[in-house]
């Protein structure tokens, strides 16, 4: 989120798009009620179904799944074309007056510079025109034909409200009455939220899914304000600090990347990151990467990195490959060439896509480890469950290893929620049997591995044998030292530059924020945006002051929002040019004259001017970007593709399947289906009742929902013989399962290039452990493919078929 | 020899001339047991019933362990009372055919309160007054018991809707009510007419008993059928 | 900022019941003494138009009753467990009703329950002395020791609420979470409700609240939103702000202008008495009968023709 769970109260208008905020985040969608109920703020809901978020709407339009991008461009053609533009902002704080190189161009739906048998493209013309004094050409008069502007201008222009209809199979005066009340917010004193989680994410575009609607908001002036921003809604109540904590396979905690093969040496991997500034005297906040680099190299491996050998630059592993994200680990597996898996909270059997094919994967496995308070499906694959599991064990040498983990109520730290709100919590349970926390678990294999390497040697033991591993217990470091760590600590005293006789820093204090790293190794800091968590000040996630003067929404002491406690980013962009707030009713922070001040911690230097440095100090330009430049693997501006499975050809570029450039690995592209064969557009989803897999094993939550189901809408119903209560097939060109059915209205064909595309929707919360009755999940049908920038697999749309069967006798 | 056998006289029913005085047998012992069960149903029924049935008697409960086990056995009693019931039916209904003559026994009403039978057509096994109790009895224990098949929650409450249930509830208390009055009028005619009540202890009555209250049985059984 | 309405956390320490048989004001199948104190009355307004269907009130009420329901079967719904059972009190109902006027699809979720009657039929039918009470505060509370499980509460009720347990054979309902709202606390579905769609306080307050609502669902187009505090009952303790409070029926059947069905009232009422006084004058007609007429005797002349008759046959 730019924003957090309690902005939200400040808003006019909020879209729920690529989400369904009400069904799976019920707690945060209390601050949509209170915006409706307290600022009369309007609710959209956009979404293939009437969902529970769409029972409490103001507004619902039908979107057919995949499609959002041309619903987005739609709305930002309309909002160009109604003159619904906040101006002041897009002119001063967007790339749009900045002129992109000649010899870009886009036509059929491609890029300059596609090569279809790489599925890849030279992106060397996507980037801006650099002018003799190193710094980019812009036209602030936006006359310029190759300015961002009238290039997106000419790009959107094809989305008109008939194309939206055309592809995505929302009304016209649906979309119309959408994007008038969307283009209210354009004024300066109206401001709409996006709220969005899965549904935009599990695209095989679902980067440019996002991307597009930042755009929009960006050109309404929405982001950066109270009440505005882009908001993630994130799935689990930690996988925020997972994300940070490096979650993806090509990244170090804080955003920082790990290195490739091509980077081989320190200076080699430095030279492409520290952006210089686009503009003149810009602040570019990267450009401080080697302090976070070094901390975070020194927290590795304390005194064994030094200047001399890089900060053991060396001991960092340099991918070979772009990353090893969890399709390509489960291909390599598949494949036969990954021995060993340490399975660590988490349920692939049932959460990555082609259950078949994870099967065949798991059974390839020497060893599979998992660590997890419940007995999961993926630790139970080799076991046969009749048709939910349908496997010949005898044939399945995998050995796998259970270690029971703590759940989040049998231990302490910190959760990281969608707000980037790091919030304490204390034990409030005893764990089970034998059940140890996973600090424990981790710790024991370290100590175990180190002890083997001191005595049985092995090639590069020592980023292994040097690291730094200071804890009171080493067999379990506890969530105080490990927060401790994050936050970083000065290594050596660094006295005051100015006045000798001061000490900026104190040997073995905790760092007041990132703003004191150094690159000279004299601080570690294991996590830079987390800086600050836990200074000398204490455990600042732990506080619980629920104060927030003159009701900002913003709750200053209550925990710790990273980064350096703020609470709104980009919150620069809240003051016009002058550094007064575009919505008085909504001052966040103000420029005095000498300083920026107000309810948040400023995203800029204190001292920055507002009339000189731009708002958006992590791009080197200094302002957001319309145009992407070679940032995003498949363009700089987001194009509609359809998904893989589509049931109607992409009416804008009918030849291209799918997204170009998304990564498809040999064997899944055949196992893709056609409309012909499977008709009927399916799309994933989870329900209220339930969290993931998780809660089929309480008794109450299983109550609740019980059994596995699918929906659909009364038309097709009737068209197939299925009666609602009954039980029907579903399949794919990769797998097939059998479910109850629901009948409703609120799954309704949509109209889609004249012809009538059905919805089957699928929630996904069954298995075949837990005490809900077993079933199945969408995986089983789901297909092999990811978003081509960050390789989420496409769980929102794909085809299938269905017919009615006989049910299993109970 | 085949015997014409009038409707009202029952296997069992015997004139024992040799006793002095004269003893008629008029119930088998089979039909003593099979009313006295019938009778100890409808009292329990009756006590278990009207406990539920206005609060000042709720104390009733207490004859049957509390309200708990007054309400799960008030049903089966009735499920008892009603096959006990069906066997009386099935045993006496043939006797309690209406004739003629009944209308003329009614129609003398005033006559038969007064204790003037002198005035009234020789009845048969049963007068009038008893025939009504039997059939109006019959009909009353069908009404009560459907109506309260459909209030045992127990075993029934999702069979019906409840508006059904209320409908039932309502026409349940009434019969049982109207039950209760016949059953008033049914002991009461039994003390009143003394010598009554031996025709159900011992299974007889006495010739006199028989001469002056049921006279045409009584010649019925003397002429072992035959027309005189 | 707090939240409108916000229930208080558990206390810590002990806390002292507030609520106990003095406060009574209706006792079934007995009366009571009029209570030395008067209560402020309670509500729990259910804003149906902020509902999210979530079930987290059905979740927390299992919980805090410590209940559990079968995990059942999906029979084409949303409704899990299908209706009201012994264990659940309060029940999430959906419905999918098209709008004539402007042909959008509305999905009308309500929670079901107890709705707290002024005038109580459940109450009103049970003929148990003290299995169900009504506190002065409004809360109408079934005493399960007193509870004999006959079922007249299901029968007396307008909303079809009680249900009566095949293990225990009592009748059970939402309590309005009275051993909360004993001590300061509010119920549980209202404390666990993410959107603030259930809240609780005074039943003034709550009217307030809902006037607010009502406006603002008015300046959405809802015309005819309004509340639901049926007069047929004397008004209720659980009542509901509704989009469309001209059809309550819609809100899966929700009675148009409950009351307490005539029919009980009648067998409640007059039945009672009359069939007493019927029975009552049967037996006193006997009574008087045989004080007048006395006992109808056989005659030594009856015996004597009866002789004479079987002789006669015998001969």
């Known amino acids: 989120m730019t924003n957090s769970w309690t902005d939200i109260r400040n808003t006019d208008l909020v879209i729920i798009m690529g989400g369904n905020a009400a069904e799976a985040h019920p707690c945060g969608f209390k601050w949509v009620t209170e915006a409706k109920a307290n600022r009369g703020a309007k609710l959209i809901v956009v979404d293939p179904r009437f969902t529970r978020s769409a029972s409490v709407a103001d507004m619902y339009a039908p979107i057919r799944q995949g499609t959002d991008i041309a619903f987005l461009n739609g709305l930002i053609n309309y909002c160009i074309t109604n003159d619904k533009v906040q101006w002041d902002y897009t002119k001063a704080f967007t790339n749009a007056t900045y002129v992109v190189k000649e010899g870009f161009t886009y036509q059929d739906g491609l890029f300059t510079g596609y090569d279809e048998t790489k599925r890849d493209y030279n992106k060397s013309t996507w980037d801006y025109e650099i002018g003799p004094d190193g710094y980019v050409v812009s036209d602030a008069t936006l006359q310029n034909p190759r300015c961002v502007w009238n290039l997106l201008k000419q790009h959107v222009s094809i989305y008109t409200p008939e194309m939206v209809e055309r592809i995505c199979g929302t009304p016209k005066e649906k979309f119309t009455k959408i994007a008038a009340m969307v283009g209210e917010t354009s004024a300066k004193d109206k401001y709409m939220t996006s709220m969005y989680a899965l549904g935009w994410t599990q695209h095989s575009k679902g980067s440019q899914n996002i991307r597009t609607m930042a755009m ?137 896509p082609n259950r078949k094919k994870l099967t065949a994967a798991l059974s390839k496995l020497k060893f599979l480890v998992i660590m997890d308070p419940l007995d999961t499906e993926t630790a139970r694959f080799w076991e046969n469950h009749g048709e939910y599991n349908d496997v010949d064990t005898a044939s399945i040498q995998t050995e796998v290893i259970q270690l029971p983990s703590t759940c989040f109520a049998e231990d302490e730290g910190s959760t990281t929620n969608s707000g980037r709100w790091l919030q304490w919590h204390w034990a409030g349970g005893t764990p089970p049997g034998e059940a140890r926390k996973d600090t424990w678990i981790m710790a024991q294999l370290y100590q175990r591995l180190k002890a083997l390497y001191q005595k049985e040697g092995g090639a590069y033991a020592d980023p292994i044998l040097n690291l730094s591993w200071n804890y009171k217990d080493p067999g379990e470091p506890t969530a105080s030292e490990l927060a401790r760590e994050m936050n970083g600590s000065a290594l050596e005293d660094v006295p005051d530059p100015t006045d000798p006789t001061k000490l900026l820093l104190q040997k073995g204090k905790q760092l007041v924020s990132f703003a004191a790293l150094r690159d000279d190794g004299k601080t570690a800091c294991a996590c830079w945006i987390y800086s600050g968590c836990f200074n000398e000040a204490g455990n600042n996630m732990a506080r619980r002051d629920t104060s927030d003067p003159d009701n900002t929404g913003a709750y200053s002491k209550w925990a710790f929002s990273w980064p350096v406690n703020r609470r709104i980013l980009y919150n620069r962009a809240s003051a016009d040019l002058t550094g007064k707030a575009w919505d008085p009713s909504r001052k966040l922070i103000e420029w005095d004259g000498a300083k920026w001040a107000g309810y948040d911690v400023p995203d800029i230097a204190p001292t920055a001017k507002p009339d000189v440095v731009g708002p958006f100090i992590m791009n080197a330009e200094g302002t957001a970007r319309l145009f992407a430049r070679g940032l995003m693997r498949d363009g700089p501006f987001p194009v509609h593709y359809e998904p893989f499975e589509s049931p109607i050809a992409n009416p804008i570029a009918p030849k291209i399947r799918g997204n170009p450039v998304a990564r498809v690995f040999k064997g899944d592209m055949e196992q893709f289906g056609d409309a012909k064969d499977f008709p009927y557009a399916a799309t994933s989803y989870r329900l209220t009742e339930h969290f993931h897999f998780w809660t089929k094993h309480v008794e109450i939550n299983a109550s609740l929902q019980p059994e596995f189901f699918v929906e659909i809408g009364e038309e097709l119903a009737k068209e197939k013989g299925i009666k609602s209560g009954g039980w029907v097939r579903v399949w794919s060109n990769r797998g097939s399962v059998k479910a109850k059915v629901v009948v409703t209205k609120r799954i309704a064909p949509l109209n889609c290039d004249g012809k009538t595309v059905h919805i089957v929707g699928i929630p996904l919360h069954w298995g075949f452990t837990g005490v809900a009755k077993k079933g199945f999940g969408p995986n089983s049908l789901t297909p092999y493919v990811g978003d081509a920038n960050i390789e989420t697999p496409e769980y929102k749309a794909f085809l299938v078929d269905i017919e009615p069967i006989v049910g299993p006798t109970a | 020899m085949s015997k014409y056998q009038p409707y009202d006289v029952m296997p069992g029913d015997k004139v024992n001339a040799s006793g002095d005085p004269v003893t008629v047998d008029r119930y088998t012992g089979s039909a003593r047991i099979n009313h006295w069960i019938t009778a100890a149903s409808l009292v329990l029924l009756a006590l278990s019933g009207l406990s539920l049935f206005h609060p000042s008697l709720f104390f009733l409960t207490y004859l049957f362990g509390g309200g708990d086990f007054t309400r799960f056995i008030h049903p089966w009693i009735g499920v008892v009372l009603f096959f006990s019931f069906c066997g009386l039916f099935l045993r006496f209904w043939r006797a309690n055919l209406w004739e003629g003559a009944d209308n003329t026994w009614l129609a003398r009403i005033s006559d038969v309160l007064r204790d003037k039978e002198e005035n009234l057509p020789e009845v048969g096994k049963y007068n009038a007054g008893q025939k009504m109790v039997f059939w109006s009895m019959s009909a009353l224990i069908v009404v009560l018991i459907t109506s309260g098949i459909m209030i045992w929650d127990r075993y029934f409450s999702n069979v019906f809707t409840v508006e059904q249930q209320r409908i039932a509830v309502l026409v349940h208390a009434t019969a049982a009510v109207v039950a209760i009055c016949v059953w008033i009028v049914h002991v009461y005619a039994a003390i009143w007419v003394r010598g009554t009540i031996s025709a159900m202890t011992r299974g007889q009555v006495t010739g006199g008993w028989a001469w002056r209250h049921h006279r045409k049985w009584l010649r019925e059984l003397v002429t072992g059928g035959r027309k005189s | 900022m707090r939240f409108e309405f916000e229930l208080p956390n558990p206390p810590t320490q002990d806390v002292k019941s507030d609520l106990s048989e003095r406060d009574w004001v209706r006792r079934s199948a007995s009366t009571v003494p009029p209570p030395e104190r008067k209560l402020t009355s309670i509500a729990k307004l259910i804003d149906v138009s902020k509902c999210i269907g979530c079930k987290a009130c059905q979740a927390a009420c299992l919980e805090w009753n410590d209940k559990r329901t079968e995990v059942g079967v999906n029979v084409g719904v949303y409704e899990n467990p299908h209706d009201l059972t012994p264990d659940m009190f309060t029940l999430m109902r959906y419905t999918e009703w098209v709008n004539p006027e402007t042909n959008n699809l509305e999905w009308l979720i309500r929670k079901d329950g107890c709705m707290h009657c002024e005038d109580p039929g459940c109450l009103k039918a049970c003929p148990s002395p003290g299995a169900i009470v009504q506190y002065s505060n409004g809360i109408v509370d079934f005493v399960h020791e007193n509870c004999i499980g006959c079922g007249y509460c299901v029968k007396g009720c307008p909303f079809n609420i009680p249900r009566i347990s095949k293990v225990d054979h009592k009748a059970y309902k939402c309590t309005l979470c009275s051993d909360r709202v004993a001590v300061g606390q509010g119920p549980a579905c209202a404390k666990a409700c993410p959107t603030h769609a259930i809240v609780f306080g005074t039943k003034e307050e709550m009217l307030q609240h809902a006037e607010g609502r009502i406006k603002d669902l008015k300046s959405r187009g809802y015309a005819n939103a309004g509340i639901y505090d049926p007069p047929g009952v004397g008004g209720t303790h659980v009542f509901y702000v509704l989009h469309h409070a001209d059809k309550p029926e819609i809100y899966a059947g929700l009675p148009n202008n409950p009351r307490i069905s005539p029919l009980v009232n009648l067998w409640k009422g007059g039945a009672k008495y009359a069939g007493m006084a019927i029975i009552g004058l049967t037996a006193a007609f006997g009574l008087l009968h045989h004080v007048i007429s006395g006992p109808n005797r056989v005659k030594p002349e009856d015996e004597e023709n009866a002789k004479k008759l079987a002789k006669g046959r015998a001969s």
């Open chain 1, 216 to 352: 929009l908001q960006l050109i309404l002036g929405n982001i950066g304000v109270r009440g505005g921003g882009m908001n993630a809604l994130r799935g689990h109540s930690n996988i925020q600090g997972l994300t940070d904590l490096g979650l993806m396979s090509n990244l170090i905690p804080g955003y920082l990347t790990l290195p490739t093969e091509k980077e081989a040496t320190f200076d080699g991997y430095m030279s492409t990151r520290g952006f210089k500034p686009l503009k003149p005297d810009q602040m570019s906040y990267w450009q401080n990467y080697k302090k976070f680099f070094v901390s975070f190299q020194k927290s590795m491996w304390g005194e064994a990195a030094t200047a001399e050998n890089n900060w053991a630059y060396d001991y960092l592993p340099k991918l070979d490959v772009p990353q090893y994200d969890v399709l390509r680990v489960f291909e390599l597996m598949f494949q036969g060439k990954v021995n060993g898996y340490l399975c660590q909270g988490f349920n692939p059997l049932l959460s990555f």
